[in-house]
């Protein structure tokens, strides 16, 4: 894989009282590394959810992108599909008590845990999703089986087959497939435990005190970084493969003190994840994968058949200003969703997003070999205090992870930052 380029910004977000304002462009330099010949290759990215990261769990952060890119990569290698990888990374993913997927995921009002997962397949553009799923380790497990079912056509006396499943329908199905069951008692950590009481406190409190919300909300404020797991939210992960096909997947514990069966943006079709292969509308692949209350989910769906130019506004902030002055603001993602219509009624807009863009291309200019290369731009983005983040390519040693965090000063939910970088997957000789 060859690093041409990364850029992070940081931008505020417009208000009423402030206008737009680029805060910070970061340019690192290239970076090189040795195409090692028989591997296959492809691309993958992740995040383990954008929210506020503690710097106590910093490693154990960073450490479950590491393994779930190796998981994606390791599958790409052994040449399985796109969707394969981006699942077996959300797996890893969901496995984790550090994230709000699967298990140690948010409790619903009863003291249950209730999933939401959904995955997309750029080749053929098929969906599968969960939602409201207990007692299944792995919901995107069963969403990608329904996907793969889906694919195999009608079922017997021409029945559709399904793509979406919820609650104890979405739990029979996944049995019925061969995916094993799991005790609910087992997806519950110390740590969701824990958040559960202390959220189910504050609400008992806030039921009782009419008179003084003032107060009661100064004291939730005061005590979001009580647990030292931190406040995070859907996990999700972005592929690209050998021939060029993308995949993308989310997976979500929703809401913490979620009514039961409530059914999140994670498992909703153009809202939780995008995966599309180049066609005759352009030339790129894109996988998308979002997180958050709100900010990227309504635009993005919004966008949903409009993905190229959603893509081209994030990449062109980040990837493409190789200029020394700042980007306009009239191509940041800022004009998409703080400014949507959708939002107009939301308190905050706290949310991340990670962007695959892919493309065939020839070799550098000045080579005289024709060499098959695979242009990979990728980039998150949060509104969050943070974003933890990790990405490999299937020719490196091993996985890059990153914290991503707001600025000293700025303000979540009022303020934007945006990474991202480019690199080359040249296929290996034969």
């Known amino acids: 894989m060859i690093m041409e380029k990364g850029i992070s910004s940081v931008e505020v977000l417009p208000s009423k009282s402030s206008q737009v304002t680029a805060v910070k462009l970061v340019v690192k330099e290239p970076e090189t590394k040795q195409i090692q010949r028989g591997k296959r290759v492809g691309f993958v990215l992740v995040h383990a959810g954008a929210g506020y990261h503690s710097e106590s769990k910093a490693k154990e952060y960073k ?23 981006v699942t077996a990374a959300l797996i890893e993913l969901e496995d984790s008590p550090f994230t709000n997927a699967g298990l140690g995921s948010n409790l619903n009002l009863l003291g249950e845990i209730e999933c939401d997962a959904s995955i997309m397949d750029g080749k053929s553009l098929n969906f599968g999703a ?18 793969c079912e889906g694919q195999k056509g009608k079922l017997s006396a021409g029945r559709i087959p399904p793509c979406f499943l919820v609650g104890e329908g979405a739990y029979r199905w996944a049995v019925d497939h061969g995916i094993p069951a799991c005790p609910p008692g087992i997806m519950a950590t110390r740590f969701s435990l824990a958040a559960f009481k202390r959220n189910k406190r504050k609400l008992e409190l806030a039921e009782k005190v009419e008179t003084d919300l003032i107060q009661i909300k100064k004291r939730r404020q005061s005590n979001e970084k009580e647990n030292d797991s931190g406040t995070l939210d ?6 690209v493969d050998q021939e060029g096909n993308v995949a993308a997947a989310v997976s979500s ?6 009514h039961p069966g409530r059914v999140g943006q994670a498992a909703l079709y153009g809202c939780g994840c995008w995966a599309e292969n180049t066609g005759a509308h352009t030339p790129y692949s894109t996988a998308v994968s979002t997180s958050g209350i709100c900010y990227f989910y309504k635009y993005f ?3 949903k058949n409009k993905t190229d130019a959603f893509v081209k506004a994030l990449v062109d902030l980040t990837v493409f200003s190789t200029q020394e002055t700042i980007p306009t603001v009239n191509n940041s993602p800022q004009r998409f969703c703080a400014g949507s219509p959708f939002l107009a009624n939301e308190d905050g807009v706290l949310g991340g997003v990670i962007v695959l863009r892919s493309c065939r291309c020839s070799a550098e200019p000045e080579s005289s070999q024709e060499k098959p290369t695979l242009l990979v731009e990728f980039l998150w983005s949060h509104t969050t205090e943070s974003m933890c983040v990790g990405y490999m390519s299937a020719q490196d040693g091993k996985a890059k992870t990153h914290i991503s965090r707001l600025p000293p000063g700025a303000v979540a939910g009022q303020s934007v930052a945006i990474e991202g970088g480019v690199c080359r997957l040249e296929s290996p000789e034969s």
């Open 234 to 239: 859907t996990v999700g992960a972005v592929v």
């Open 253 to 258: 514990g929703g809401l913490a003190l979620k």
């Open 301 to 303: 769906k919004k966008l």
């Open 63 to 85: 450490h479950v992108c590491k393994r779930a890119c190796q998981k994606a990569i390791e599958k790409l290698q052994a040449g399985a599909l796109a969707t394969d990888a």
């Open 130 to 147: 969960v939602g409201a799923l207990s007692g299944i380790k792995n919901p995107v497990s069963v969403a990608n089986r329904l996907l």
